[in-house]
């Protein structure tokens, strides 16, 4: 399982000292040497892509500026919503915990995960929610915000593939075996 992927600019690194790291080497004029998982030291290495133009890129990308500023500000669009909205679940949080929204914000900034504000606040709901109706809408509101955050997690945990104009293609995604 692949925990952190690192890029060292070293020309000699104890790989032995990195188990459960991608360990990428450049020499002194930023070609790739080696890239590895460190626990599979001595089995036969990754055959590498080519260096990419960066150079050309940068000139292209010039002409395709439009385009992948519509799609980066789509993007940005996409997050700043989803943090407009994981901040309305201060409100929500105050009204089940019977409190001041002062006191509310306290409590979800305490918490340091999307995960654990929502699981706050459906383990609230669970003991404080009579109404079957208020039940089922809190819990459409949270499965609606969930699917959000799996598409803004897809845009913000990826690398972005710019072909050789500078355009962005795709995306690619790191995860861990398993997940």
Aim: hydrophobic fraction near 40%; include cysteine.
């Amino acid at each position: 399982m692949i925990l952190k992927s690192e890029i060292y600019n070293f020309h000699r690194l104890d790989l032995t000292r990195q188990a459960g790291f991608v360990v990428i080497v450049y020499d002194e004029d930023g070609l790739k040497l080696t890239a590895t998982n460190p626990c599979l030291i001595g089995k036969p290495m990754s055959h590498l892509p080519p260096k990419p133009d960066f150079t050309a890129i940068e000139a292209a990308a010039v002409k395709g500026g439009g385009r992948r500023t519509v799609t980066l500000t789509l993007i940005g669009n996409l997050v700043h919503c989803w943090s407009n909205n994981e901040s309305l679940f201060i409100y929500i949080l105050m009204l089940l915990m019977e409190t001041d929204e002062a006191s509310s914000a306290i409590v979800f900034a305490t918490l340091n995960t999307t995960r654990a504000r929502i699981d706050l606040i459906e383990r609230f709901a669970k003991i404080k929610i009579t109404d079957k109706q208020v039940e089922k809408k809190l819990d459409d509101i949270i499965e609606r915000f969930n699917e959000t955050t799996r598409t803004r997690n897809e845009f913000n945990h990826c690398m972005y593939v710019i072909d050789e104009h500078g355009e962005i293609t795709h995306t690619n995604h790191m995860r861990g075996a398993g997940s």
